[in-house]
């Protein structure tokens, strides 16, 4: 039996290519030092993954919550714009970071499914299990189609600036589309005593929150309704204006979490420390 | 200490490796790999282990008494299961963080000009098990724990701050999370140079953010206390936990920081061996 043959499963897939003993041969390390930085690696994905899906997690909750948690929320007005505007910010200062540093066009679509991941892991645990809310209630928005474009425009452009005119207004676009077809059921129109409402409304309706009552609803309270069909894509624009400049923003924001600078140490405290000189 | 050695590298394991009597052919396998030579990877996965066990019966804990204790903070239930449950947390953690912070002070390298590279790169691994244990518990309090508060105040209307949800996620996720970001930060100032001799601007804020959001927690108290009664998730009431929260992201430019650092080790290492293939530095770890 030949040597790759016999080897483990996972031995096959990190088996070192000659490709790879090049490059270690270029940065001069040799075979343990290159096993050390894939063990940091290791460490490094599973920390990165666990922060994402918290932070990111947390941002959405406080900042857009309420959209992002009820099917009766997701209206034509706001949530195709809060939504977008306030989740553009966490891909566009992971993908600043995994770009600059390591040409890795994943930071958009990571965060994208970590917060998914954390979201429904909460949902199903807390919001099913413990308060009895049905699942039908709370369903999450999906912001993994305008993660991908994201990424793939910094892929093919390879220039943040043009992430920022192209990707971002796409991003903000395809929001509503791409949780469309999830959606559509919960848009049919029923009758509910005697007035018009959407399936989304009565489920609302049906389940209350006794901390959200109806009238602090926010959804369609404005004269958008009037524009009939279009209004959806009047919000959706505005998103996409407002995503540019915050792409340029957390880009930026991003960049800054990821520098390394640091301040002086006071002379007393370094001598505390260990320090002679 | 035994016991905890036993921990760390399994019973008798480490006392055998490294008896002169076993050869390199003798040993285990796993006593070879990565994993075995660097960092304590055990101590930390027995802290993460901890922390999941915890993490756990918290869960249970409010299924079994969030409802049939829970509802009203004037009876005596209430009392007995959740008030109590704050005293021990904040008793308990705040206890073993002092004695954590204190020994990690104490026992802090007092010859930073001469740490061995070899060294510094098992301390290295070890600050990254820091930061992976730290992130392990974010991700309970800010997503988990954080979202069952959402689930419990949109169903049950406050009538204190210390609620079934509250009571897990500030007075017991938060205090547990202070213990890794802290006790991070303090093992990379006291145990490596490039850290100790200057202060990590990205480390301060990916601490002293999510850090923050205890003492923000006066602010959300008092204004749904007098001021906003219905609960309104995005309401600018609750954007100090976003905005200190933000600051988690500054654990990137502490990764930065380790590599950088990690690379100058492999530097200072290879330049021992010219040939570089020499495998002898990580056996004297």
């Not at chain 1, 940065?27 to 460490?43: I, M, P, S, T, W």
């Not at chain 1, 957390?250 to 002379?267: D, E, L, N, R, Y």
Request: charged share 15%.
């Amino acid at each position: 039996m030949s040597k790759s043959e016999s080897r483990s499963f996972f031995g096959k897939i990190f088996r070192m290519r000659s490709e790879d003993r090049e490059i270690l041969k270029i940065v001069g390390l040799n075979k343990e030092q290159a096993g050390l930085a894939r063990y940091f690696d290791f460490l490094v994905v599973a920390a990165a993954f666990l922060l994402f899906c918290g932070a990111f997690h947390l941002h959405v909750m406080l900042s857009a919550g309420d959209w992002d948690m009820f099917i009766d929320w997701k209206d034509r007005q706001y949530w195709p714009l809060i939504i977008p505007i306030d989740t553009i910010m966490f891909p566009a200062a992971v993908q600043a970071a995994f770009w600059y540093y390591f040409r890795l066009p994943i930071g958009a679509t990571l965060c994208g499914v970590c917060l998914l991941t954390s979201v429904w892991i909460g949902t199903y645990s807390y919001w099913h299990l413990w308060t009895m809310f049905p699942i039908v209630l709370n369903v999450p928005s999906i912001i993994i189609a305008g993660c991908i474009l994201l990424d793939v425009i910094l892929l093919i452009f390879r220039r943040w600036i043009f992430v920022a005119c192209i990707g971002a207004p796409l991003f903000a676009l395809t929001f509503y589309p791409s949780n469309m077809a999830a959606l559509t059921g919960y848009y049919v129109p029923v009758e509910h005593l005697g007035s018009m409402a959407s399936m989304a409304d009565v489920i609302g309706y049906t389940f209350p929150r006794s901390a959200t009552p109806e009238y602090i609803r926010i959804i369609e309270t404005g004269t958008l309704r009037t524009f009939e069909g279009t209004s959806v894509w009047v919000s959706g624009v505005f998103a996409a204006f407002v995503c540019i400049f915050l792409y340029m923003l957390w880009w930026q924001i991003g960049m800054a979490f990821s520098t390394v600078k640091t301040w002086s140490q006071s002379p007393k405290l370094k001598k505390y420390l260990g320090f002679k000189g | 200490m035994a016991f905890i050695d036993n921990i760390i590298h399994g019973k008798g394991l480490k006392k055998s490796v490294n008896s002169e009597k076993y050869s390199n052919d003798k040993l285990p396998w796993y006593t070879k790999t990565t994993v075995f030579k660097y960092g304590n990877f055990g101590i930390f996965m027995f802290g993460i282990i901890v922390v999941a066990a915890l993490v756990a019966g918290a869960r249970i804990y409010q299924g079994l008494y969030g409802f049939e204790h829970g509802l009203d903070s004037m009876s005596q239930g209430f009392q007995d299961y959740w008030m109590t449950l704050v005293k021990a947390e904040l008793i308990g953690i705040f206890s073993f963080n002092v004695v954590l912070w204190l020994y990690l002070w104490y026992s802090r390298e007092r010859d930073m000009d001469n740490v061995k590279p070899e060294v510094e790169l098992k301390r290295y691994i070890n600050l990254v098990l820091w930061i992976l244990s730290y992130t392990f518990i974010v991700y309970w309090t800010t997503s988990y724990f954080a979202y069952a508060d959402g689930a419990w105040h949109q169903t049950v209307l406050r009538d204190t701050s210390f609620t079934p949800s509250h009571n897990i996620l500030f007075y017991g996720c938060i205090p547990l999370y202070l213990t890794f970001g802290v006790g991070g930060f303090l093992y990379a100032m006291t145990r490596l140079p490039s850290f100790g001799r200057a202060i990590s601007i990205a480390y301060t804020f990916a601490v002293l953010g999510p850090a923050l959001i205890l003492p923000n927690l006066g602010f959300n108290e008092w204004g749904h206390a007098y001021w906003m009664t219905e609960e309104i998730f995005s309401h600018p009431l609750h954007w100090g936990f976003v905005v200190l929260g933000w600051n988690a992201l500054a654990i990137g430019g502490v990764l930065m920081q380790i590599v950088i650092g990690m690379s100058k080790s492999f530097k200072k290492i290879n330049s021992k061996f010219a040939d570089n293939s020499n495998s002898e530095f990580t056996e004297n770890l």
